[in-house]
């Protein structure tokens, strides 16, 4: 079984950026597509961004879309979310996880059996 581990969230004042970092156990990272999803406080959890397992596609939810980038390093078995423009909706859990199966897309949750613990990002005004 892969473990993902994140890292990256923190506190931030509306209008800045963090970065997060998905770091994935075992040898078969570059053959998944990873998603970003996000829980905020007292919602359901929620797609934010995927990338296919070469990169070369990426998918956003349209709340984010122009503000963050998803992008991921197969050598160094890390996906990462870059994420600017920072807006207090954006305050929630944020996971990383991985497809079900190799060299399939997806953005929906049931697309996803392999999850991270999630790291918190706040965003303040």
């Known amino acids: 079984q892969v473990q993902l581990v994140e890292s990256g969230g923190g506190l931030v004042q509306a209008g800045g950026s963090l970065r997060l970092s998905c770091a994935a156990s075992g040898r078969t990272f570059s053959r998944y597509m990873m998603g970003w999803f996000r829980q905020p406080p007292g919602k359901e959890r929620e797609f934010v961004a995927a990338?296919?397992?070469?990169?070369?596609?990426?998918y956003y939810a349209d709340s984010v879309k122009g503000r963050f980038t998803i992008s991921r390093d197969n050598a160094k078995n890390t996906a990462y979310l870059q994420m600017n423009s920072l807006k207090l909706e954006d305050t929630g859990v944020y996971y990383c996880?991985?497809?079900?199966?190799?060299?399939?897309?997806?953005?929906?949750?049931?697309?996803?059996?392999?999850w991270g613990q999630g790291t918190q990002v706040t965003v303040s005004s």
């Open positions: 990338i296919t397992w070469s990169g070369g596609s990426t």
């Open positions: 996880a991985r497809r079900t199966t190799v060299w399939v897309t997806g953005r929906e949750i049931s697309d996803f059996d392999s």
